[in-house]
């Protein structure tokens, strides 16, 4: 990118979005931090990491020689991804809010107010890649608007492309990904040899609102659990469960039935496998590789296309059906005509496909966009 820009960068306190700015500054451009602050609920609770990461996003400003901005969009995040996040949970779901969280806040209200401070572009330390086409397609025409493709990131098993599938057109044409092209090893030297004083931090795991605490002791603050029997594919009640929002298909610590075994045979672990919310009943099956956990075809809804319109009826593409999988060949089908609804056809099997979760489809590196998965059909 030949031009220069104001570029505001989402200054986490990690050491990817660091390197970003500092890639970024190295280039030209005037770089502005600002550390988001998504959640207020709890900041004095040892799990909240907020504060600490703020002092580490303000010491890399100082270290780089940028401004650094605290804004904070908890209000926002509370009604765009957090409700979103409860009212799924409560309908016997499992939602990704990591995805809503980067279409409600990091692409669009933390992108709306960069635009505000002046910015020309924004940058996150996400591993992926935005690719300009011409506006046409096979060559640039007078006038016409370039497309933008979202690809994954260069280091496959750090690539985030997953999780910014619903993003936009005017949204990939402002922002910037400057680590989307190297691997993590050199994001890490390169970290070091700027002398940056969060270069061995370790990366942030789990959802920024609950952090390190435990999943189901966070939750409880916020559903309702009614507990209930858990039952064998045979319909035998083998143990209690605390409330089916606690549980998601495929789970399997926490069950609290690993000791048993059917039938007198060899032990196989027990894995969560339905939920039948009507009787508040959670199915669990023995064995890593039971049907009723395996999953040819699958349907989506809720979609979001890259490109604003979805693939070709019928084309041959890869797909995720939950972030760190290999892409899985599938035939997408547009069940709705309009790109609001698909069906994804496996050739193999595919385990504990979850509603909830988002199925992201790729030609290649290219990621098209995706929809949340609303239900499976067993192989």
Request: charge should be neutral; glycine fraction near 12%.
């Amino acid at each position: 990118m030949g031009k220069l820009h104001r570029i505001v960068v989402g200054l986490s306190g990690g050491v990817d979005s660091a390197v970003s700015a500092w890639l970024l500054k190295r280039q030209g451009h005037e770089v502005v931090g600002i550390f988001m602050k998504n959640w207020e609920d709890d900041d004095d609770d040892a799990y909240c990491s907020s504060n600490v990461d703020f002092v580490d996003a303000a010491a890399v400003a100082d270290v780089i020689g940028i401004e650094l901005e605290h804004v904070n969009f908890a209000a926002d995040y509370k009604d765009r991804v957090f409700a979103e996040f409860l009212r799924e949970y409560r309908a016997g779901r499992t939602p990704n809010p990591d995805v809503l969280c980067n279409a409600e806040i990091k692409f669009k209200a933390f992108l709306d107010h960069a635009m505000r401070l002046g910015a020309g572009r924004i940058a996150t330390g996400h591993y992926a890649r935005v690719r300009e086409l011409p506006g046409d397609g096979a060559s640039a025409t007078p006038g016409a608007a370039a497309r933008f493709e979202l690809l994954k990131g260069l280091d496959a098993a750090k690539d985030q492309s997953y999780f910014l599938h619903r993003l936009t057109q005017a949204q990939l044409s402002r922002t910037l990904f400057p680590v989307g092209e190297l691997r993590k090893t050199e994001v890490r030297r390169l970290a070091v040899e700027i002398g940056l004083p969060n270069a061995a931090k370790r990366d942030s795991t789990g959802i920024c609102f609950i952090g390190e605490r435990p999943f189901r002791e966070f939750l409880n603050r916020y559903l309702d659990h009614t507990p209930g029997p858990i039952e064998d594919a045979q319909g035998r009640t083998i143990g209690r469960h605390v409330g089916l929002s606690f549980y998601t298909l495929g789970q399997r610590q926490g069950l609290g039935i690993g000791g048993l075994k059917a039938g007198g045979g060899e032990h196989a672990p027990w894995y969560a496998a339905r939920k039948d919310l009507a009787r508040n009943v959670l199915v669990a099956v023995q064995g890593h590789e039971h049907p009723w956990l395996l999953s040819h075809r699958l349907t989506a809804n809720d979609c979001s296309w890259v490109a604003g319109h979805p693939p070709a009826h019928g084309a041959a593409l890869g797909a995720k059906t939950r972030y760190r999988q290999a892409d899985a060949p599938c035939r997408y089908t547009d069940t709705a005509r309009d790109g609001g609804g698909f069906a994804l056809q496996f050739g193999a099997a595919q385990w504990a496909v979850t509603p909830g979760q988002s199925a992201v489809l790729y030609d290649g590196e290219v990621c098209l966009g995706g929809g949340v998965i609303d239900a499976a059909e067993a192989a």
